[in-house]
């Protein structure tokens, strides 16, 4: 293929969204850890979450979320599948070639991607380059995680932060004036805070057979630590993404970063200058999904953007990776979470 | 648009971060520790990540802990600054 053959842009053709049915409330929570809803709530602004049943896994929610974004966009062809997760149906093999061949994507290419909650900003990223740079034609890039599978429910620190869901975006190639164009995307990883938010034990670092203390198998956050880099990370992010766009801070209609804690994205959003109104809030609804918590944010709030509306994206996770992005608001119909 | 503040008297950083946390008390009456004021961690992380991005500067949650107080907090910024901050 010539570079002249070679689209101007990545474009949103497709979004959706599935969040598993059973709702947790914070009172719900309460009833099993030592909390309240006022605490919960003044402390991340989250509401509820849902829990997947016993039984399903990661894959589930990533192909209720990929047939959704597939039928947003008009049902197309599909030759590249990414799902960014950090709760894998199983730690060998990859998840996506499952999720590709349970959605009947044939044999389109699939992998995982592994930068927890900035796992889509991360797949998003790479699938838009293989697309601009010839490699795939169409991508269906997947944000899946249930986090109830890795979170202790006896901890009250992280237990009442999670919740599980998918988000998925179809994307191809397009001119970089359409609604939909992603702009410009800036990635960052800071490795030395490998600690911060973690797994200890199940790896080859420490296998299962060497577990000797059992919570090491649950995940870890040093929540207060992850607050601060957090908000200079995606801030940072942020800023370079904007740059490379060309916009300002004023261009930007709808701030979606990743829904961890609403004083995290507030506060991001009041150094980047943008004003409270435009901060998009879904965690009151689903709380952290992880990776599935910016594409579900987009589903969850199609109804809400216009097509061409500038969206810029962030996210911040473990690794610690952050990451941020420029994109239009494509003109499709969204179904409803 | 970083909030880029130069003046790290404890006034102003009690203006800056009353600004960007909503429902945050008054950090200014003389003599108030952030322990009578009622700040809890989370608010400390907050506090920290406010001033950092302010001033260009590295304060960590428990350097907003345990300086205690504005005027502390203050005089950590000065002697950060003085330091050269990260750019």
């Known amino acids: 293929m010539s570079s002249r053959d070679r689209p101007g842009a990545a474009v949103l053709r497709g979004v959706g969204g599935y969040l598993p049915p059973r709702v947790v409330t914070n009172d719900d929570l309460a009833a099993l850890v030592d909390t309240s809803d006022e605490w919960i709530r003044t402390r991340t602004g989250i509401r509820e979450r849902r829990f997947a049943d016993q039984g399903s896994a990661t894959s589930d929610l990533a192909v209720e979320a990929g047939r959704r974004a597939l039928a947003s966009a008009g049902e197309p062809d599909v030759d590249l599948v990414v799902v960014a997760t950090s709760t894998p149906d199983r730690s060998c093999p990859a998840t996506a070639p499952l999720v590709a061949s349970r959605l009947g994507l044939g044999t389109a290419a699939a992998f995982d991607l592994a930068a927890v909650c900035s796992g889509f900003v991360y797949a998003l990223a790479q699938a838009s380059a293989a697309v601009l740079a010839g490699l795939h034609r169409r991508a269906l890039v997947i944000g899946a995680d249930q986090f109830t599978s890795i979170v202790d429910p006896r901890d009250r620190a992280t237990s009442i932060l999670f919740g599980d869901g998918a988000g998925a975006v179809v994307v191809d190639g397009g001119d970089p004036d359409e609604a939909g164009s992603l702009g410009a995307f800036h990635l960052g990883s800071d490795g030395s805070a490998h600690d911060l938010i973690t797994v200890p034990a199940g790896g080859s670092r420490v296998p299962h057979r060497e577990v000797v203390d059992a919570s090491d198998a649950y995940f870890r956050m040093d929540g207060r630590a992850v607050f601060g880099a957090a908000v200079g990370a995606m801030s940072s992010s942020s800023r370079r993404a904007l740059a490379l766009s060309g916009w300002s801070v004023e261009d930007v209609d709808w701030f979606v970063a990743h829904q961890a804690n609403e004083r995290i994205l507030r506060l991001v959003a009041h150094s980047l200058g943008i004003a409270s109104e435009k901060v998009v809030i879904h965690l009151d609804r689903a709380g952290n999904t992880s990776a599935a918590s910016i594409p579900l944010a987009l589903a969850a709030h199609a109804r809400t953007f216009a097509p061409h509306e500038r969206i810029l994206l962030t996210a911040f996770g473990g690794g610690t990776t952050w990451g941020a992005a420029t994109a239009t608001w494509p003109r499709l119909v969204v179904q409803d979470l | ?87």
């Open chain 2, 1 to 87: 648009m970083t909030e880029t503040v130069f003046d790290p008297s404890p006034e102003s950083i009690a203006d800056l971060v009353g600004r960007a946390i909503p429902g945050l008390p008054d950090l200014r009456p003389t003599g108030a520790t952030f322990d009578d004021l009622a700040i809890d961690s989370l608010t400390t992380a907050e506090i920290a990540a406010v001033v950092s991005q302010a001033y260009g500067i590295e304060v960590s949650d428990y350097d907003v802990a345990s300086l205690g107080d504005l005027d502390g907090l203050s005089r950590l910024v000065r002697e950060r600054i003085a330091a050269g901050g990260d750019g």
